[in-house]
């Protein structure tokens, strides 16, 4: 019980006081790596929900997907994917360029910049119902300043945890999305060689059984 009531203290440091917060994750490096796992875990099982929930609650006139076209496995992926990309690209950026951040460290201060997310995505589908469509410019940006408030937090995690100046944070903010887009681009590749080469070999199997078993 006080574990979980320490996570919703540190939820709510992050929504209230985001400076404690990362102060507190420098001063706890080697506090329990379990826990910030499960931390870790929570916080993204719950922004899938919000995120996946969000198409089903929100009002039609506002809505940009079908109900019935929602992809959990999509849904889940548009959350832990650039998320987690972006924890890998900014840890090898700061290790490279005097950084002080341990990948644990990283990986639970983005999962909890999270937050916000998690918590006003529900609300804004319910308030999504008080606006009608030739409002629908003042829901969009509600929705993205939501969006820059989650950035503005893996941002200052990343100058914080580093004790890195404003400039270089931003050097490393530039170089950790040119490492994402490699990132993306080298799995995309894979991806690609991969059916190809399943493709081939189901091909070559294919003509051997019509050789030799017809």
């Not at 940009?64 to 090898?92: D, F, G, M, Q, R």
């Not at 319910?126 to 969009?140: D, R």
């Not at 939501?146 to 200052?156: C, D, E, T, Y």
């Not at 400039?167 to 059916?195: C, D, N, R």
Request: aromatic share 12%; net charge positive; proline share 3%.
């Amino acid at each position: 019980m006080t574990g979980a009531l320490q996570y919703v203290k540190l939820a709510l440091m992050v929504l209230f006081n985001p400076i404690d917060f990362l102060d507190v994750m420098k001063r706890d490096r080697a506090g329990d790596k379990k826990g910030k796992i499960l931390a870790v875990v929570v916080l993204h099982a719950l922004a899938f929900l919000a995120n996946y929930s969000y198409v089903f609650i929100v009002s039609f006139p506002l809505s940009s997907k079908e109900p019935s076209s929602a992809n959990y496995v999509l849904e889940l992926c548009i959350i832990t994917v650039p998320l987690l990309t972006w924890v890998i690209a900014a840890y090898a950026m700061s290790s490279i360029l005097s950084g002080e951040s341990k990948l644990i460290e990283i990986l639970t201060t983005a999962s909890y910049a999270l937050v916000p997310f998690i918590l006003f995505t529900p609300c804004l589908a319910l308030a999504s119902h008080v606006f009608s469509g030739a409002e629908q410019g003042i829901y969009q940006a509600l929705r993205g300043l939501v969006l820059v408030w989650v950035l503005v937090l893996l941002l200052a995690g990343l100058s914080r945890l580093n004790d890195y100046s404003a400039g270089k944070t931003i050097v490393v903010t530039a170089l950790s999305i040119i490492a994402m887009v490699i990132i993306w681009a080298i799995a995309l590749l894979l991806f690609s060689l991969t059916i190809q080469l399943f493709s081939f070999f189901g091909g070559f199997l294919k003509e051997i059984n019509l050789k030799y078993f017809y």
